[in-house]
């Protein structure tokens, strides 16, 4: 370095101001709003129409029928680009992305994630009144 007084100089200016960087992983971050982290499935909402799985870029998402009208998805984390582009194209929103970014694993088995079905709730039926019931008068 030819003039080494101008880095004591640069040193000395820095030294006199708030680091650049952050606490992480010590204090954790908050992320953004629409922050494109893991995706979330929710089973419920799900209508099998897998518009999910035809727009993933990467393929990294399978829509799997396993009863009438359930459904369960697997990711393949270690494939997905986070790019949320499944979240955008589901029409019943049973897909969002969620704010979870530390998802480094050692075991490649551990990147694939299966939502299983969930038993949606349905309301009884009404009860029909029987052709036999008696009819009051008018």
């Not at 000395?12 to 979330?40: C, E, S, W």
């Not at 419920?44 to 369960?72: L, W």
Request: charged residues 25%.
């Amino acid at each position: 370095m030819n003039k080494p007084g101008k880095m004591v100089v640069e040193v000395l200016q820095n030294a006199m101001h708030d680091p650049a960087t952050t606490t992480y992983p010590a204090v954790k971050l908050v992320m953004p709003d629409k922050f494109r982290g893991q995706i979330k499935f929710h089973a419920e909402r799900c209508i099998g129409c897998k518009a999910c799985e035809r727009d993933c870029p990467s393929n990294a998402i399978h829509i799997t029928k396993v009863g009438d009208k359930m459904f369960q998805a697997d990711f393949d984390l270690d494939r997905c680009i986070y790019c949320a582009q499944c979240v955008y194209s589901c029409p019943k929103d049973a897909l969002e992305a969620s704010a979870d970014f530390e998802l480094a694993q050692l075991d490649r088995s551990k990147l694939r994630i299966t939502y299983h079905a969930v038993a949606k709730k349905t309301e009884p039926a009404p009860i029909a009144p029987s052709a036999t019931a008696e009819k009051k008068p008018v």
